[in-house]
């Protein structure tokens, strides 16, 4: 998407909306004269914007964000009717794409995570370094970081904040947060910071304490990872033989989500020398990307933010969309329905 694509060494800070990679994203993507292309994170509209200056092609823009889409207004006026914004989860994008073009496409992009934009907008609560209401949601609807934190249970607190947030005090974490709520509702970014920093303790040159609790609350209120499994599977289906998959991802967990929908739908059948090859489906995908590309020193110098930033891209075949259980790659964590239910209770 932007500039500030959640980099956990320097998340809550401010930085300027550049767009992350955008050498290697057109590299990859390839764009060219009448091609149909998904920006499926608009954002500040950085990627499409390069996109639509590389070939006289089309470009469809999606986020939730609804304030992303209504700041695009300049970028659409100036496209010369290239350009279509539309407020939707990018696992939607099958949907979009079939409502404003004929598919197949010509290619996909998909740059994950949060914005510079949320993180610097206090009032959005993505930032534990700026006073805000705990909000975190990408759109504007569903419940929000202080609702979770006022009604899930412990075990389910830290189970969100040790799987999407890799946060080793997370049990200790889930622990304060219960006994704080007890005496008053946590609902502002620095009271749960602070409540954090009482349990996890950072020496000089470590993130931020809140860094992976934040993380974890963020991509859960989002329902993060289940959004780019169902991407992935959606940008399978509506892109055409020779049409690319560029995916940009800023952690861990992210990343291996990605490398692990490319690797099996790149595979041809699996076996080994004590049991027989198992064919599978044909390859719908091949992998452009050996390693993920990574930004240089002079990209991180002008952007710090970019720095954890990993770039995989794969062609699609001429092999039909294989069906998948995407929930498979997924972590195993309780679902907001359930939490609800549970502070019903």
């Given at each position: 998407m932007i500039?500030?694509?959640?980099?956990?060494?320097?998340?809550?800070?401010?930085?300027r909306?550049?767009?992350?990679?955008?050498?290697?994203?057109?590299?990859?993507?390839?764009?060219?004269?009448?091609?149909?292309?998904?920006?499926?994170?608009?954002?500040?509209?950085?990627?499409?914007r390069?996109?639509?200056?590389?070939?006289?092609?089309?470009?469809?823009?999606?986020?939730?964000?609804?304030?992303?889409?209504?700041?695009?207004?300049?970028?659409?006026?100036?496209?010369?009717?290239?350009?279509?914004l539309?407020?939707?989860?990018?696992?939607?994008?099958?949907?979009v794409?079939?409502?404003?073009?004929?598919?197949?496409?010509?290619?996909?992009?998909?740059d994950?995570?949060?914005?510079?934009?949320?993180?610097?907008?206090?009032?959005r609560?993505?930032?534990?370094?700026?006073?805000?209401?705990?909000?975190?949601?990408?759109?504007r609807?569903?419940p929000?970081?202080?609702?979770?934190?006022?009604?899930?249970?412990?075990?389910?607190?830290?189970?969100?904040?040790?799987?999407?947030?890799?946060?080793?005090?997370?049990?200790?974490?889930?622990?304060?947060?219960?006994?704080?709520?007890?005496?008053?509702?946590?609902?502002?970014?620095?009271?749960?910071?602070?409540?954090?920093?009482?349990?996890?303790?950072?020496?000089?040159?470590?993130?931020?304490?809140?860094?992976?609790?934040?993380?974890?609350?963020?991509?859960?209120?989002?329902?993060?990872?289940?959004?780019?499994?169902?991407?992935?599977?959606?940008?399978?289906?509506?892109?055409?033989?020779?049409?690319?998959?560029?995916?940009i991802?800023?952690?861990?967990?992210?990343?291996?989500?990605?490398?692990?929908?490319?690797?099996?739908?790149?595979?041809?059948?699996?076996?080994s020398?004590?049991?027989?090859?198992?064919?599978?489906p044909?390859?719908?995908?091949?992998?452009?990307?050996?390693?993920?590309?990574?930004?240089?020193?002079d990209?991180?110098a002008?952007?710090?933010?970019?720095?954890?930033?990993?770039?995989?891209?794969?062609?699609?075949t001429?092999?039909?969309?294989?069906?998948?259980?995407?929930?498979?790659?997924?972590?195993?964590?309780?679902?907001?329905?359930?939490?609800?239910?549970?502070?019903?209770?």
């Amino acid at each position: 998407m932007i500039t500030g694509r959640d980099s956990s060494a320097v998340a809550g800070g401010l930085a300027r909306h550049i767009p992350v990679l955008s050498r290697p994203v057109l590299e990859y993507l390839q764009p060219r004269e009448g091609g149909i292309y998904v920006d499926g994170t608009f954002g500040a509209g950085g990627h499409a914007r390069a996109i639509l200056a590389a070939a006289r092609c089309r470009v469809i823009g999606i986020d939730r964000d609804p304030s992303a889409i209504e700041n695009g207004a300049a970028l659409l006026a100036e496209s010369d009717g290239r350009l279509w914004l539309e407020t939707a989860r990018f696992s939607d994008l099958e949907q979009v794409v079939s409502r404003v073009a004929e598919p197949p496409v010509d290619g996909v992009l998909l740059d994950l995570g949060v914005s510079s934009m949320q993180l610097d907008e206090a009032a959005r609560g993505f930032s534990f370094r700026l006073e805000g209401p705990l909000d975190m949601r990408m759109g504007r609807e569903g419940p929000t970081a202080a609702d979770v934190l006022a009604a899930a249970p412990v075990g389910d607190l830290a189970a969100i904040i040790a799987t999407l947030g890799e946060e080793r005090h997370a049990r200790g974490v889930a622990r304060a947060i219960i006994a704080a709520r007890e005496k008053s509702p946590i609902e502002s970014t620095t009271q749960l910071a602070e409540i954090v920093s009482r349990v996890v303790r950072a020496r000089p040159g470590d993130i931020h304490p809140a860094t992976r609790t934040f993380q974890a609350l963020r991509m859960f209120v989002n329902d993060e990872l289940g959004e780019i499994a169902a991407a992935l599977g959606a940008a399978e289906r509506v892109l055409k033989a020779g049409g690319r998959l560029v995916v940009i991802s800023f952690h861990s967990l992210e990343d291996r989500l990605v490398k692990t929908f490319f690797t099996g739908k790149s595979r041809t059948g699996g076996g080994s020398r004590h049991a027989p090859e198992v064919r599978g489906p044909a390859p719908s995908l091949r992998v452009l990307t050996k390693r993920p590309v990574a930004p240089d020193d002079d990209e991180i110098a002008l952007n710090p933010r970019a720095r954890s930033a990993k770039l995989r891209a794969a062609e699609r075949t001429a092999a039909p969309a294989s069906r998948s259980n995407l929930d498979l790659l997924l972590p195993h964590l309780p679902s907001l329905d359930a939490i609800k239910r549970s502070r019903r209770g």
